[in-house]
Structure formats: C-alpha cells, structure tokens
C-alpha cells in the first residue's frame, strides 16, 4: 500500500483536532484567525497598501487594523484607498466566517451541557443524604415519608439514580410529591447495576442507601441483588459499613440476596410483609391503622430512647414513667425485646422502644405512687374455634399469606380461594385445608353461589399476575361493591379485608366500607423508610409482624375494665400488666369508619385522659398469643 500523502496527513491531523471537542476548534479558529490577519497584513505592507492619510505604515499597526476588522466589519467604514480597502476587505469577510463559526461552537457547547445536564449524568456532591438506587411505584411515598422525616433537621436531600430520564423523574417527583418542604430531591439517569452509574449518586457520602425493585424488569430480584453487589464491592465504598436496605419480591431469592449484601443489607421482602399484615388484619378489625401508624412519619412512630433515670427501674415503671409516649419494649445487649416480662429491671446501657408523635415529646414525668384498679376486670378470652376464610382474588402474595394463615387458626380450618385462573402453589399446611373455586370474583352470580354468610373472613387480593395497576384496583373495587350490596340485603356483617394497589383509590374503597384496606406497595414503600432512618428498627418490625413472639392484637375492652366506667390510661397498662401485655392504646368502635377519627384508632393516648368503653371497643395490646 502506498504511502499517505501529505494531503492525507494534513485531513488526518484535521480529523482527531476537530473530534477533540469545543476548545480545540476554538483554538483552531484562533490560529485561523491570526494566520488570516498575519498573511494579508503582510502582503499589504509589502505592497505599500496604506491608508491614503499615512505617509508611511507600521507592520504591527497593520496587524492590529486588520484584527480590529475581523472582530468588527465596521471598523473598515472611514478606510481610505482602494488598495488597502481591498486587502481590509479580504480581512472583514474571512473574520466574518471566524466570527459566524466561533458563535456557532459556542452555542453548539452550549446547548451540548444543557442537554448533558437534563440527561443527569454528573455526579452529585452532597454528603448525608438518602440515595435511592431504582425506580418503581414505590418511589413517591418514600420521598414523600424521608421529607416528614427530615422536617426537624432543616435542610436535607435525597437523590434518586434511576435508569429513566432525568426530566421525567423530575415531573414526576413534583407531580406526585408536592409537599417536600426544605428536602431537595436531585435525579441522576443511569443504570444502579452499573459502578459508574452508582458514583454518580455519592453512595459513600449517603447516610442511608434504599435499593428499589425497578419496575418492567422480568427479574427485579436479580437486578436488586446485582445492585447491593455492586455497592459493597465498589473499590471508592468507605471504610465504614453501609446502611442499606433493599426490597425482594420474592422470599426463595432472600437467601443469595444475603451473601451478595453480607451484613450491610437488610432485607425486605415485599410478599411476606404484605402476606402478613393482611391476615393480621383480616383476624383483627383495624390492625391494618395501627401498623400504618408505626410504619408512616406522619403522626406517631417508633424511637429507641435511653434514660438514665430509670435504670434500676422495672419494665411496668417505665411505662408509667412517659406521659406522652407508650412502651412497646426494651433494646438489651443490642437485641429488641418487645413486651418483656413487667419485673424485667433496666441496666445501665439499655434502650426504651416508646411510640412518641416526635422525639421532642420523649420526656420522662412522675410515675403515679398509686393506680385505680376498681374497675379492672380480668376476663377469660374465647377459644378459637375453626374459622373459614374467603380468599377473592390471587397474586403472588398468596402462598406466604395462606402459611402465615395456618399460623394462627385452630385445627380444621378451611379456606377457600375464588379465581378463573391457575391456582400457585400452596405450601404444606397443619391446621387449614384450602379448596380452590374456579370462578371470576368480579361477577354477582360466582359471589351469590359461594355462602357468603358462612365465611368468618374475607380477603379481596389485587391480581397483579394478569392485570397492571389501575385494572387491578378496579376489579377490587367491583368486588368490593358486590360484597356490600349483598352484606346489605342479607342484613349480614362481613369482616373484609381488601388489598389496593394505588393509594389514590382508597377513597373509593372507604365507599364500600371494607372493614381494612391494605394498600401493599405503599406499606412496603413506608417500611422501606423506616429501617432506612433507623435500621434499629429492622428487627422490631421483624418480631411485630411474625407470628411466633408478642404481637399487636386488639382485644375487647371488657376483658380488662367494667364497661361504661372512667378509667384513664395508666389503669389500662396496669390491667394489661396484669395479663403478661403491654397496652399502647384503644379502639373506639363508634369511629370504625371514620377517616377523620383515625379510624377509631388512638395510639399512645395521654395516660391521665379518661376514657369510657362500650361492648365493641377494644384495647390494643402487644402479647405472645
């Protein structure tokens, strides 16, 4: 092959100097520029082209005349003799072409970084922040529930790196989130899987890192996974560990999902939390408030507190000792113990688990030197006979949520799930036998045909297998309708439980008056928040939600004080003391369905406030059984 001639050298040479990018075509039409002022000047100074007023001329005034000319064709107007307007003319039009060309590079850089900076590609600077790595439905409730969290510390930020573009989360985010206050939130397009991309997001600067299923994945398990691999191996992480918290949607990938993440990850598995809290709720009218309540920002939460002055004092003391805050349990040797027996004394070092409407009402106040206990009355709860649940409805919640079921019903059980589709797989069961009935929920005729009347509980699932977001809801909805109007015409009380996808819907549910709704990413979404504040809090909710030690029930009123008598607070704790138990609030039933009333709901009340009861109400409680 022949070799290249110099034509070929010179356009090779052009080639890489223009790929260089702004600066350097810039410095081309600079040389550009002083070779054209240079070589035209010259020839009219050799040639004796001067102005017709100077005897004599000055290379370097030529020089400088003739730049003056390209950066300002008007400069030539009062120029005199046709030679040196001619070679000044040649000056104008070629600094006319430099001048064109130089304000097109730099509007062309220009529009170049505006367009740059709206992909989100730079790496964010903040330090302390929340980073959310993933995008998905749950996105908006988080970011909602960080910004409560944060209104006490003043300014704070939370950045998102999501593999969508920027401007659309933007919109999004101020579309769905519009009450942030003083929390910034900065959106970063790129892939979380990525190492690069996870940069971009400071996650060794973040105080606290949230990994998000992404949403259209076919498997957000391993992408997740993917992601925590790549935080903890990523050669700039800190030399502190990580505090991380990550959601699964599917409980068989927990364990791989723990080696990749080793301890710097907490789990939380989406189907489970949600399979759990449903038939808690679906036993219990109004658990579904309560676990709202500890899981949202928004009113009372959980806060570990120490306190010196009660050291040496007992469990029960403790609770007596915070007027504005319910003990729920103590933190000893770094383990969560959630109701401990009431003579467990405090030692140096241990922490108090209190429900408090922020960490500024945590105050100690004088335990009582007596309680009233003449109207305690310790009554015997009912045995549980075998129950009958209605499942309408399935997704992929339902072989956690039967299992957890047969957890907590007597032997010989039943429970029967209604879907015109294929059934998943159920796991062993001990105490509940399921029966499946092939028939679409939605319709009056399969939901006239089933005995409505005979079922103590009945669960409406959102089919997430078949239908997206809003179709789902929808049907849950029609369902919903047809229970009530039949509730109504048989003059029967239907205990129902139903699960929405979208909160914007819950409304249209209350319609209908479902006994509890259970809208599954948001608590997902809030639980996410929680451990990311606090990951303290991991293992309290952990026990909360199990079946095996204490949990939260709601019992009748008038198994622990005579009805329509006035006791305050401090005469619950101590007839629930009396009962192995830890009272942290009641349930007025008169309210039951009352959104302005919390639902009948009242957590953490002030203990010296009197409250009166009727045969519906109940007392909230936490206990083994």
Known sequence: MDAPTFAERLRY??????????????????????????????VAFVVHAYPDDAAEGDLIDMWWGGLMRTLDPGTMGGDAGWGFRLFMLLITIGGLVIVASLIGIISGAFDNKIAELRKGRSRVLERNHSLILGWSDKVHSIVSELAIANESVGRSTIVIVAERDKVEMDDEIKAQCRNLGRTRVIT?????????????????????????????????????????????????????SYHIVAELSHPDNL???????????????????????????????????????????????????SQPALVGKT?????????????????????PLINPPAEAVLAEGDEIIVIAADDSEIFLGA??????????????????????????????????????????????????????????????????????????????????????????????????????????????LVTLL??????????????????????????????????????????????????????????????????????????PAELYVALAEPVNFYTLLEAARRRGETAIGYRIAEHAHSSQHAYGIRLNPEKSELVSFGPEDRLIVLAED
């Open 13 to 42: 040479w052009f080639d890489n100097w223009m790929a260089r990018g702004t600066l350097a075509l810039m410095g081309l039409l600079g040389l550009a520029t002083i070779a054209l002022v240079t070589v035209i000047g010259t």
């Open 188 to 240: 970063r397009s790129g892939d979380p899987k990525s190492l690069a991309d996870i940069n971009m997001g400071s996650p060794q600067w973040a105080r606290s890192i949230v990994l998000l299923a992404p949403e259209g994945s076919p498997d957000p398990d391993s992408d997740v996974i993917k992601t925590a691999l790549a935080l903890t191996n990523n050669p700039n992480r800190p030399e502190s």
């Open 255 to 305: 364990e791989v999902a723990r080696l990749a993440g080793g301890e710097e990850v907490h789990w939380v598995v989406g189907s489970e939390v949600i399979g759990r809290i449903t038939v808690q709720s679906c036993r219990q009218s109004g658990l579904s408030v309560v676990y709202q309540e500890f899981l949202d920002f928004d009113g009372d939460e959980l806060y570990f507190t």
């Open 315 to 335: 469990y029960f003391e403790a609770q007596q000792a915070f007027n504005k805050c319910a003990v729920i349990g103590l933190v000893v040797n770094g383990q």
């Open 367 to 476: 335990i009582p030197e007596s309680i009233d206990t003449t109207h305690i009355v310790l009554g015997s709860p009912k045995q549980n006979p075998p129950e009958r649940t209605l499942i309408l409805g399935v997704n992929p919640v339902l072989p956690v949520m039967v299992a957890e079921l047969d957890e907590y019903v007597a032997g010989g059980s039943q429970v029967t799930v209604v879907n015109d589709g294929p059934m998943p797989s159920i796991p062993e069961l001990s105490n509940a036998t399921v029966t499946h009935v092939d028939g679409d929920p939605t319709h009056r005729a399969v939901l006239d045909s089933l005995d409505i009347a005979s079922y103590d509980h009945i669960i409406l699932l959102a089919d997430t297998s078949r239908h997206d977001l809003a179709r789902a809801d929808n049907r849950t």
């Open 482 to 555: 047809h229970l009530r109007d039949l509730a109504d015409k048989l003059d029967l009380h239907l205990n129902i439980v139903s699960e929405m996808l979208d909160d914007a819907n819950r409304e249209l549910a209350e319609v209908a008056r479902a006994d509890d709704l259970i809208v599954s990413d948001k608590l997902v979404a809030l639980l996410l928040s929680q451990i990311s504040e606090n990951r303290g809090l991991a293992q309290v909710f952990t026990i909360l939600f199990e079946a095996a030690g204490s949990e939260v029930y709601l019992r």
